[in-house]
């Protein structure tokens, strides 16, 4: 509360909370709760007890002096000083008593050097004394709120009997309380004594002291429940995710479902369609016949009305001659054909309604995550060789007892994290000798939590060292997959190129369905456009697609188009450029692209074995490739100042500069650590590794630009975290890796 604040409530503020009325003569409890000396002598004389009294505000325990008096308590001067300020600022209304007189008059002065009241008639005997002439006196009526500071600063009086307006300038170590000269050389002689200063800079040092370490109580709690948002937070995101994938799996469920039901209608309008056309024929037939019937009948009849009897007895030959009797035999044929119509009927799958009954869509499940020792991703052999599941340096350092550095594998180690950018990633770590010459590493990461990894140290490799010690890439691990081969929303044939937007939306060119599809991070389907065609906004396999960072846009490489077409983010055609050829505006069935730091728009020509690099709305700037420089390039990326490209042809990675100067290439075909078989597209993660999609490997492999082989992940087959013949990856903003498995017709996500 500040001073303004305080001085509009000054009633409220000094007036004790037993009696209710301004504080007389305060005295302060031990839990800081004050009130008047005479509700304490109250209180304790209520109570029954001799030695406790109990606070009216915490109902907090506290002793009685030693003396038996509540009167030996401490003064609240704080209060006493605002207690002035308040006789200051009612005198208009009350009238103020006298220091010297006790005479009351509300035309009273203060001297703030005597710190008291005085009367009219005292404040000239005041003002004879000669030691009194440098006091400043003021009439009340005349203090201004700036002179309040002052009437607070009045010192501290003696509250012993007879001490009169004796300072505490001394605090007795025995009996723990500030004293008086006086009482310094009577009460307390013999007793180790400090100026009330030096006690009072103590005091603030042990305070200051005891703050900090309530502070770090505090953050360690704050930690705690940190900790607890984050999992409070993630446990709403996978609940989330939970009903996105039942909602999924529902939705599709339902698609095939439609899907099915569609079949069995236009299997049922298909029939039906034949049947009643089989019937309208036969109508057509059945009508002519009975048109013939009925015109032998009006001849029959009219011939019978105007013959005579002669005639009619010879009608037998006419009368056959008008009833043939292939009518006869045509109305047996057409009473067979009916017993021959087909008849329509739907069987229900009982079966599989009775196992969604039974079994329903899926199952919800929940297990216990813990990361220990053995599930850190974390293994060595020697100080220079750890994984570990962040990317992050450590530096090791051994101290013996007495905190000194030194290079004894026995000693005790410290350990700091920092990243590649040499900030410190983690807090609190603690290195345990497992006494077996391996250490237990515990820290707490900064953004992902609590960890624990071991480290085996061998002699060899810490005697005379810094321990400095270089973290390698942790492993990928598969998180989750979406899709399957079909035509329908979500659904995927031949998935070739993935890129991501600021959004992490993942854009897939869905090849053999000659479109694209829109994915949220989780494998939602968002939105989709495209056709089969040669038109503005339709493709003939769209393969490399890529976003461009200054506008949103969507560019995509429509192979066998030979062009690049560009849309907006909702897929509203913008504009293209390419057509078949070899001139250098021309595209040769382009394959990856991507954009640069400039936004340009780097296309892999393959058919005319080049990289192209177009402004970003079309207009052709350059190109990297003499004669014969590449066999089929694939892909091309740019990372800080090198443009990186896969060579399908020759199984390697060739690296220039941006100048398009050839710098060096790295791998070869095999199927070992850093070789190739059919290198398609690349990406840079986060940490700055190249990852490279080793298509026939079925496996993405990591490396440092330099070429160095870091890690990879994936095998052939079926199952999560299996290719067969992927093709593109692209980094969402946490890290995790996007690939388009493509002859498996589904996106997988590592972490």
Not at 24 to 50: A, V, W, Y
Not at 117 to 145: E, G, M, P, Q, T
Not at 603 to 613: E, F, M, P, Q, T
């Amino acid at each position: 509360m500040d001073i303004k604040t305080l001085l509009n409530n000054l009633h409220k503020e000094l007036s004790c909370s037993v009696c209710l009325i301004t504080f007389t003569d305060p005295k302060q409890l031990p839990c800081l709760h004050s009130f008047c000396l005479h509700c304490l002598n109250e209180i304790l004389r209520m109570s029954g007890r001799k030695d406790i009294i109990t606070c009216p505000d915490c109902r907090g325990e506290s002793r009685v002096p030693s003396s038996g008096n509540l009167k030996d308590l401490p003064t609240n001067f704080r209060i006493n000083s605002w207690l002035d300020v308040l006789a200051i600022k009612d005198c208009n209304t009350t009238v103020v008593k006298c220091g010297n007189c006790d005479k009351k008059s509300a035309h009273s002065l203060y001297c703030f050097h005597c710190c008291a009241f005085w009367c009219d008639d005292c404040i000239s005997a005041h003002n004879i004394i000669r030691a009194n002439k440098d006091h400043r006196v003021l009439a009340i009526k005349d203090l201004h709120d700036r002179d309040i500071e002052d009437v607070l600063k009045r010192p501290a009086f003696c509250g012993k009997p007879g001490h009169g307006k004796k300072e505490l300038e001394f605090f007795c170590r025995n009996c723990e309380e500030p004293i008086c000269n006086s009482c310094a050389t009577t009460i307390h002689d013999g007793h180790v004594k400090i100026l009330l200063e030096e006690a009072a800079n103590e005091r603030i040092a042990e305070a200051q002291s005891m703050i900090e370490c309530q502070k770090q109580k505090a953050e360690q709690i704050r930690n705690k429940i940190f900790l607890r948002n984050e999992i409070c937070a993630k446990i709403h995101e996978e609940i989330a995710n939970v009903k996105r994938s039942a909602q999924q799996f529902a939705d599709n469920m339902i698609v095939v479902i439609e899907a099915k039901k569609e079949e069995i209608f236009n299997a049922a309008e298909n029939q039906g369609k034949q049947s009643l056309e089989q019937l309208g024929i036969q109508k057509s037939d059945i009508e002519q016949q009975a048109q013939i019937i009925e015109t032998g009948v009006e001849k029959a009849e009219a011939l019978l009305e105007r013959s005579t009897s002669s005639e009619i007895a010879q009608l037998d030959k006419s009368l056959k001659t008008i009833f043939r009797e292939e009518v006869k035999h045509e109305g047996e044929h057409i009473d067979c054909d009916l017993e021959g119509l087909r008849r329509f009927i739907f069987e229900e799958n009982e079966k599989l309604l009775e196992k969604a009954t039974a079994e329903g869509i899926g199952s919800f499940k929940t297990f216990l995550s813990k990361t220990e020792a053995q599930q850190s991703n974390a293994k060595g052999s020697g100080i220079s060789e750890v994984i570990v599941g962040l990317e992050t340096q450590f530096v090791l350092t051994t101290r013996n007892a007495e905190g000194e550095q030194c290079y004894e594998a026995h000693d005790c180690l410290t350990v700091k994290m920092r990243n590649r950018q040499g900030q410190d990633c983690a807090t609190k770590a603690r290195v345990k000798d497992n006494q077996d010459g391996s250490y237990r590493i515990s820290y707490f990461a900064k953004e992902t939590g609590r960890y624990h990894l071991s480290v085996k140290i061998n002699e060899e490799h810490v005697h005379g060292s810094p321990f400095a010690l270089q973290v390698k890439p942790r492993q990928f691990r598969p998180v989750s997959s979406f899709g399957q081969r079909g035509s329908g929303a979500g659904m995927l044939f031949c998935p070739w190129g993935v890129a991501v937007n600021e959004r992490n939306e993942i854009a897939v060119t869905d090849a053999l369905n000659h479109r694209i599809q829109v994915f949220s991070s989780d494998g939602t389907y968002l939105r989709s456009f495209g056709r089969e065609g040669d038109k503005q906004g339709e493709f003939d396999f769209p393969a490399g697609i890529a976003f461009d960072p200054k506008n949103g846009n969507i560019l995509v490489s429509d192979r066998n188009n030979c062009r690049v077409q560009l849309f907006n983010e909702q897929g509203e055609y913008v504009n293209q450029f390419g057509g078949k050829g070899n001139l250098d505006h021309q595209l040769q069935f382009p394959g990856g692209l991507s954009v640069d730091s400039d936004c340009n728009v780097i296309v892999a020509d393959w058919g005319n074995k080049v990289i192209k690099i177009f402004s970003h709305n079309g207009h052709f700037l350059r190109k990297i490739g003499e004669k014969g420089s590449f066999n089929r390039p694939w892909h091309c990326v740019q990372y800080d100042n090198y443009l990186i490209v896969s060579d399908r042809g020759e199984d390697c990675i060739k690296v220039f500069n941006k100048d398009g100067t050839f710098l060096y290439k790295f791998g070869k075909g095999g199927s070992g650590d850093g070789e190739f078989n059919q290198p398609r597209c690349l990406s840079v993660n986060k940490a700055g590794h190249l990852m490279v999609c080793d298509r026939e490997n079925h496996r993405v492999q990591v490396f440092e630009l330099s070429g160095k082989f870091m890690a990879k992940f994936g095998t052939k087959g079926r199952g999560i975290g299996e290719f067969n013949g992927l093709s593109s990856t692209a980094v969402l903003s946490d890290g995790r890796i996007v690939v388009s498995d493509f002859a498996k017709d589904r996106i997988q996500i590592f972490e």
